[in-house]
């Protein structure tokens, strides 16, 4: 019947004028004007992610990966990519890239600021700076954290050189491949330009101006220039390597580790959790504030059993080779004794 045809050539004019718009969206060219054409388009723009990253919560993707270095977590909204920490260059493209992609899911239109915040200077966490800071709009670490990561430059280079080898290990995707050689043939004309963070923290408490973000340095703890990132709105944190869970922690001397420092600071971290509160490690699975818990009760045990055996004359290899019952089950073995020697060294000074 002709009302029927009517009908019929309506729908099918709707449907080729919104796949027209589809298109036209695709390009730049018309804004998109309804919330089934954005989820259509969003669907036909994400490519699926390049890294296996765990969703904590909307917007919120962590990279927990322990045989890549330390945990990457990303914010992405329609104003902005958060990302703390880069892992190393063989990696730090394809986080790059899936921050943008996760960002086009939640975001329609315009392209968001990059944000980079590193916890601190260890190269598990900022050897793929270079790969991200010169795309970045805002970049952030402790002040302390700038020479040390200056420092570094040549084995931030020499990791970048091997990208391609150390991409074989994790993944024979030949984007991920791409990425890494891109990073490679990038390495030898990085300077301290690219892997230095713009801004410099000196305080307490720092907010960044126009997000929920507030950077915690609480002293020497891990380091002397760890940050913990808060998300006000979200009750989430990234600590950083001031909590390792179901690990040993790393101790690393030159880069002023204080077993009594990591306490201090850990307790303050924990009293602004509560029991909601989304917690991401430096390493291990994120949880919620207990993890904070057993990191303090690892410090807690570890500082009373090597004053122990300092108090009854054991000498420090001796100490060094023990495993107290807290310890058992832990991962990250390799470095169980690096951490007692260095307790035992701060005690005994
Ligand atoms: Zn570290």
């Avoid at 019947?1 to 695709?26: F, Y």
């Amino acid at each position: 019947m002709p009302i029927q045809n009517d009908q019929s050539t309506s729908l099918q004019s709707i449907t080729r004028r919104d796949s027209l718009k589809i298109i036209a969206a695709t390009t730049g060219t018309l804004a998109l004007t309804s919330p089934a054409l954005a989820s259509i388009l969003r669907s036909a723009t994400s490519a699926d992610p390049l890294i296996t990253w765990s969703e904590l919560k909307p917007s919120f993707h962590a990279f927990v990966d322990l045989n890549t270095g330390g945990n990457v977590l990303l914010r992405t909204s329609k104003d902005a990519i958060i990302m703390i920490d880069t892992k190393y260059p063989h990696l730090a493209g394809a986080i790059k890239a899936d921050a943008e992609n996760f960002t086009r899911a939640d975001s329609k239109n315009g392209s968001p600021k990059l944000i980079l915040i590193n916890t601190h200077h260890h190269g598990d966490h900022t050897a793929g700076n270079p790969l991200i800071i010169p795309h970045a709009d805002e970049s952030y670490a402790h002040k302390n954290a700038i020479p040390r990561i200056q420092s570094q430059l040549d084995t931030t280079k020499q990791s970048g050189k091997n990208a391609v080898d150390r991409i074989k290990g994790f993944s024979d995707s030949k984007a991920l491949k791409d990425l890494a050689q891109q990073a490679a043939d990038a390495s030898d004309a990085w300077t301290n330009k690219e892997v230095t963070p713009a801004t410099a923290i000196d305080a307490k408490a720092t907010d960044i101006e126009g997000t929920d973000i507030t950077l915690h340095h609480f002293g020497p703890g891990h380091t002397d220039n760890d940050l913990v990132v808060e998300f006000k709105d979200d009750n989430v944190f990234h600590t950083g390597d001031l909590v390792f869970s179901g690990l040993h922690p790393y101790f690393d001397p030159t880069a002023g580790v204080s077993a009594m420092g990591w306490l201090v600071a850990l307790g303050t971290l924990y009293q602004l959790c509560d029991k909601d509160t989304i917690v991401v490690p430096g390493h291990g699975e994120p949880g919620d504030r207990t993890i904070i818990q057993n990191q303090i009760d690892y410090l807690t045990q570890i500082l009373i059993e090597v004053q122990n055996q300092i108090d009854a004359g054991t000498p420090k290899e001796d100490t060094a080779s023990m495993e107290w019952d807290f310890m058992k089950g832990l991962g990250f073995e390799s470095i169980r004794e690096r951490a007692i020697n260095a307790v035992y060294d701060e005690l005994a000074s």
